[in-house]
């Protein structure tokens, strides 16, 4: 059973950090493409970040310097390192995977995803 699990959201002030984890249990890791998008109320979501095997990384811009995306292959886990937290990160973050050893692309489409999590909330206080 394919499942994923993201963790690590929480309130932040801004200027803060926190890490986000995806546990991706029964997956083939090496076939998958891992992204975080974020979502709020009304708005379509958006791509964040995503990360192939070989760590080939893509970045909103958004985010770019400020966001780190990794994986950790023995324990089928990846993660979003957030630093310097602003008013505007605030989102539902949700993990996604799809089966190409690729993200290409439309990295940051969400049709292009074919597993979610579940999400994991992220608020910053000013």
């Known amino acids: 059973q394919e499942h994923l699990a993201a963790s690590g959201g929480g309130s932040v002030q801004a200027g803060g950090s926190l890490k986000l984890s995806c546990a991706m249990h029964?997956?083939?890791?090496?076939?998958?493409?891992q992204g975080w998008f974020r979502q709020v109320p009304g708005k379509e979501p958006e791509g964040v970040a995503s990360?192939?095997?070989?760590?080939?990384?893509a970045y909103a811009e958004s985010v770019k310097g400020r966001f780190t995306i990794s994986r950790d292959h023995v324990k089928s886990t990846v993660y979003l390192q957030m630093n310097s937290l602003k008013p505007e990160d605030p989102a539902m973050y949700y993990c996604?995977?799809?089966?190409?050893?690729?993200?290409?692309?439309?990295?940051?489409?969400?049709?292009?995803?074919?597993?979610w999590g579940q999400g994991t909330q992220v608020t910053v206080s000013s």
């Open positions: 029964g997956y083939t890791y090496d076939t998958k493409c």
């Open positions: 990360i192939t095997s070989d760590g080939t990384t």
């Open positions: 996604a995977a799809k089966r190409s050893t690729l993200c290409g692309s439309n990295w940051d489409r969400v049709n292009s995803y074919s597993y």
